[in-house]
């Protein structure tokens, strides 16, 4: 490739604020995988955050690439999956497959688009370096043979629009705003934009744990549970992020409440080593060398927890600790209590988009 912006390029990051900065371009935040797309003539690549290609998990998004982009240029965005719920993370994530049969199977039965926010080059001119005001105008103008599977975000100025976006597009999968000053420039790798995430929370049964990756005196994460109708306790999720003294802590703390998996509602494994063992190795779907195995609780423990949304059944990212709820019976923790966005039609938010 012969660009102004060579790959790999590590995008352009935003910090977490409770609301929205005044003065700013507003856009939802797409809740995909974060790409940037090079395109030099014939030559595509999708970069990650982290760097690494994504370009032989989408064939189709290459092919169009070619056909609906200048030439030559390079673009931030998000590669999403649509569906008629909302934006699929799930049918995402199987992509990243290894057999090349599969990908392309896949990306006949679950194509993906790429939602284009920020430029970086075309042609022959960095745009690095000029305001985001006016990298958006020289972006709608390259986007103009675009809208089948490459489509530009929404974007506006005016704060009250912004806001009933807040409240609306939730309810088709997407997770936030972004906020980017009219003067800031393209900075790899910096947390310079602002990002506004729905914040909500929920009181959760904990069912079980797994260890720490240091050894077998402290928890690793807190695996959490809420009942359904039915009385059945599903797995909704996990707390990860806490100090090494807490982890040590909690570890004793929660000994008393470890049980057999006999009785169990989450007795997922076939076979386990002993009563108070560890449950079978059984490989995650996402990573094969990632163990789910756990120890089992009574459950009986509440805790209070903050999330930003849910993806189906379970919470979509990482839930975070914000109290322990010894007031709270168990069996009060249902589904009932956690808000549900009223839906929202992708193609209100993006057209052709769904």
Known sequence: MDLPVQPPVPPMLAKAVTDLPADCWYEPKWDGFRS??????????????????????FP?????????????????GEIVIAAEH?????????RLHPAASRVTMLAEKTPAAFIAFDLLALGDRDYTERP?????????????GAGRSIH??????????????????EGAGLDGLIAKPPALTYQPDRRVMFKVKHQRTADCVVGGYRLHKSGDDAVGSLMLGLYDASGRLASVGVIGAFPMAIRRSLFQE??????????????????VADNTALAKNVGSRWNAGKSLSFVPLRPERVVEVRYDHMEGDRFRHTAQFNRWRPDRDAR???????????????????????
């Open 36 to 57: 940037i797309l090079f395109r030099d003539r014939d030559e595509v690549e999708l970069g990650s955050r982290n760097e690494r290609p994504l370009t032989r998990y």
């Open 60 to 76: 189709e998004l290459v092919a169009a690439a070619r056909a609906e982009l200048p030439t030559r240029c390079v673009l931030d």
């Open 86 to 94: 909302g934006l699929d993370f799930e049918a995402l994530q199987l």
């Open 132 to 144: 985001f005001g006016e990298r958006r105008a020289a972006l709608q103008q390259a986007m103009s």
């Open 152 to 169: 530009l975000t929404p974007a506006t100025t005016d704060a009250a629009t912004a806001r009933r976006w807040f409240r609306e597009f």
């Open 254 to 271: 929660l000994q008393p409440l470890v049980t057999t998996f006999d009785g169990h509602p989450w007795n997922w494994a076939a076979q």
């Open 332 to 354: 009060s923790c249902t589904f009932e209590q956690l808000e549900r966005p009223a839906t929202f039609r992708l193609s209100d938010v993006v057209p052709g988009l769904c």
